[in-house]
């Protein structure tokens, strides 16, 4: 199976910038769609953002299109979630999660990290 442990939350103030990774193992994720997703407290998860890390094609939710990047590197059989012009609707449980390339859902999930967007 696949362990992913996320890092990188903390505490930034509207407008900032953050990145966060998802480091994979157990498993080599080099066929496998890795996605972004995020829990605002008090609300459902939703859905962030996508990669495919055998040709890097990526597709973002419309809320953070144009500002958030995800990216892949198959050598550190990780994935990346830069997050530029950060708003406070941004505050988030950060989650990434794999699924196999030919998989119908998220097989595995990390652990969550915090994001919070805050003066």
């Known amino acids: 199976q696949v362990q992913l442990v996320e890092s990188g939350g903390g505490l930034v103030q509207p407008g900032g910038s953050l990145r966060l990774s998802c480091a994979a193992s157990g498993r080599t994720i080099s066929n496998y769609v890795m996605g972004w997703f995020r829990q605002p407290p008090g609300k459902a998860r939703v859905f962030v953002g996508r990669i495919s890390m055998s040709d890097g094609s990526t597709f973002y939710a419309d809320s953070v299109k144009g500002r958030f990047t995800i990216s892949g590197d198959n050598a550190k059989n990780t994935m990346y979630l830069q997050m530029n012009s950060l708003k406070i609707e941004d505050t988030a449980v950060y989650y990434c999660?794999?699924?196999?390339?030919?998989?119908?859902?998220?097989?595995?999930w990390g652990q969550g990290t915090q994001v919070t967007v805050s003066s």
């Open positions: 999660a794999a699924m196999r390339s030919l998989g119908r859902a998220y097989d595995y």
